[in-house]
């Protein structure tokens, strides 16, 4: 059940301050692929396997995640699978990461199959990812290609029978970066916080947390002191650095003339969200921040922000008063 919101002189929702800012997001290519096996297990074990290391673009070059699990009745050959979402900045960078994610992790997997989890063919959505397109030559000239409801499908024989795999999948443009930030009073009421949040967006469609747990206690901002460094430490949000004097960033300017934290915020985590569409990270914000409040609203979550640039870094512009009315 989502909290009381009050609007009188600020907003609040279960006693907690919503700051009046937004979250900056930003463009990025996206497609979602389908795994499915004999039995959940194998499904879930290629797809913790395959979404490993991708949390941040940053370094991972790509942000993966398990979008929801599926039923029998929701898979393209009945058995039990994973959705699995995936956002690069690039196109070129998501047609290199999925191919080699998929023989690495999917292909050895036991009794797994690969699927297009993207409506659309050749014709309707003309950038390609390619699956099978590439994973067929481990066949050594053993492979070969059915056509089933117009769509191509590859068959590598492998040592438990053979791995069914679409040729390719359909790419489209995703957004990345949608975000808040939960202020507590301790670690615990953070944590707490944020389970409640991450757990509530879970079953969300169309939006991943890629982070481990949904969430990331090391925010940064653009660009360091470092001049090899793109992103750096948030200081303005950590807690340690309270009363600290600033110090000079590469230019020599002061990096963060003040903190954002009053005296009483002790922990901070934040919340990171892909999505397939501006209204689903919206929807998701919406619902983890109203998550987020009920279980921690005078149990030490203090004040809810959200992480932008000044609208320097991308063009999408979550307003945390707008999401929440």
Known sequence: M??????????????????????????MKATRIIITADDQQWADEAAAAMTGFGTSVIACKIEIDVERRLQPNQTPDGRPGVAILAFAVSGSEL??????????????????????????????LPKRIPLGKTLRYFGDGHQISKIIGGQRFWRVPVMDGEFLCAHDVGRVDGIGGGNFLLMADSMRAATSACRAAVAAIKDLPGVITPFPGGATRSGSKVGSKYKTLMASTNEAYSPALLGWPPKANSTGDSASDQS????????????????????????????????????????????VTAGNYGGKLGRHHFKLAEILK
């Open 2 to 27: 989502e909290g009381a919101i009050a609007m009188s002189e600020s907003l609040q929702i279960n006693g907690v301050e919503i700051e009046a800012t937004f979250a900056e997001a930003f463009d």
């Open 260 to 303: 954002a934290l009053s005296d009483d915020i002790r922990a901070v985590l934040e919340v990171v969200i892909d999505g397939m569409s501006f209204d689903l990270i919206a929807d998701a914000m919406r619902v983890g921040i109203h998550a987020a409040c009920d279980a921690g609203g005078g149990n030490g979550l203090l004040r």
């Open 95 to 124: 047609e290199k990461q999925i191919p080699v994610r998929a023989g690495q992790c999917v292909l050895t997997c036991p009794t797994t199959a690969l699927f297009a989890g993207i409506d659309g063919d050749a014709a309707t």
